[in-house]
T-cell receptor, first 114, second 118 residues
Framework: SQQGEEDPQALSIQEGENATMNCSYK?????LQWYRQNSGRGLVHLIL?????REKHSGRLRVTLDTSKKSSSLLITASRAADTASYFCATDAGWNFGNEKLTFGTGTRLTIIP | DTEVTQTPKHLVMGMTNKKSLKCEQHMGHRAMYWYKQKAKKPPELMFVYSYEKLSINESVPSRFSPECPNSSLLNLHLHALQPEDSALYLC?????????????????FGQGTRLTVV
């Protein structure tokens, strides 16, 4: 079962604009991560935010985490055509033997229009 | 080397065939994963190996049989599959323990094997 629901399911914006996508989850988490997947290929890790962090930046990416609302957002600034991909949030509930489980959200399909 | 290598890239097999998917990493990661992904859906966890021991089996049918021969290799043996098993199969690895401290880093994914069962 999916832990995270992402919103919107699909997003189209003009190149240069900012893109924001949201992830909501149901149970307590240890870490939340964002991954990108280009069409039909493997996933690439973008950023990890721990449950005791509220905001994190990496280049053009900004991630926020609100554990009280069980939600996270990913902001991509100054979008480029190469950002066209599907974006997934993924959560884990702690890490010990038998619990090394990364659960993915439903994903947002982002299209950047040149 | 930060790659996870999966072979083959594409596989077409009949319902009576036996085939294997292979995954290899040389990053010293001690946790390795198999995920299944259907079109326009998120990856779904199938199996996790931690320190070469099977730690999670997400109630996967026995026609899928994982194997971890050593810390760098992960196989998925396929037998008597159904057409609905057609999907992208993704292997991933991550560092699990650091200096005896429970720690988790990002997962590195291979490019996947596109499996078609006919």
């Amino acid at each position: 079962s999916q832990q995270g629901e992402e919103d919107p399911q699909a997003l189209s914006i003009q190149e240069g604009e900012n893109a924001t996508m949201n992830c909501s989850y149901k149970t307590s988490i240890n870490n939340l991560q964002w991954y990108r997947q280009n069409s039909g290929r493997g996933l690439v890790h973008l950023i990890l935010i721990r449950s005791n962090e509220r905001e994190k930046h990496s280049g053009r990416l900004r991630v926020t985490l609100d554990t009280s609302k069980k939600s996270s957002s990913l902001l991509i600034t100054a979008s480029r055509a190469a950002d066209t991909a599907s974006y997934f949030c993924a959560t884990d509930a702690g890490w010990n033997f038998g619990n090394e489980k990364l659960t993915f959200g439903t994903g947002t399909r982002l299209t950047i229009i040149p | 080397d930060t790659e996870v290598t999966q072979t083959p890239k594409h596989l077409v097999m009949g319902m009576t065939n036996k085939k294997s998917l292979k995954c290899e990493q040389h990053m010293g990661h001690r946790a390795m994963y198999w995920y299944k992904q259907k079109a326009k859906k998120p990856p779904e966890l199938m199996f996790v190996y931690s320190y070469e021991k099977l730690s999670i089996n997400e109630s996967v049918p026995s026609r899928f049989s994982p194997e971890c021969p050593n810390s760098s290799l992960l196989n998925l043996h396929l037998h008597a599959l159904q057409p609905e098993d057609s999907a992208l199969y993704l292997c991933a690895s991550s560092q699990d323990w650091t200096s005896g401290v429970l720690y988790y880093t990002e997962a590195f994914f291979g490019q996947g094997t596109r499996l078609t069962v006919v």
